[in-house]
């Protein structure tokens, strides 16, 4: 059993910051990738920043520069520094695990942390 958990969601004010931590718990499988999306009211579902455990990333253009994601592999956590925040990043944050079980990826969901920024 894989369970994501996350934290750090909140209010802020435009320009403001936040950091999101997300934390996989479970055993029998090797993680190849984390990352996070986030969804708006409305809106589908989109990516926002990945991370591979050989430390590649990649950004959406709408946050390149402004948000930061970072891992702790030993500690199975994802980290989600946003920075410059705005009020159209406003959304719920979901984090992602895609881990390897017999040579098939299976990708997991976290529970979603609510981000608002006011204007």
């Known amino acids: 059993q894989v369970q994501l958990v996350e934290s750090g969601g909140g209010l802020v004010q435009a320009g403001g910051s936040l950091r999101l931590s997300c934390t996989v718990s479970?055993?029998?499988?090797?993680?190849?990738?984390m990352g996070w999306y986030r969804q708006a009211p409305g809106k589908q579902r989109e990516l926002v920043a990945t991370i591979t455990s050989g430390g590649t990333i990649n950004y959406a253009a709408s946050v390149k520069g402004r948000f930061t994601i970072s891992s702790d592999n030993a500690k199975n956590t994802v980290y989600l520094q946003m920075d410059s925040l705005k009020p159209e990043d406003t959304a719920v944050y979901y984090c992602t695990s895609d881990r390897v079980v017999a040579g098939t990826t299976f990708r997991s969901w976290g529970q979603g942390s609510q981000v608002t920024v006011s204007s």
């Open positions: 479970g055993s029998g499988f090797r993680l190849n990738a």
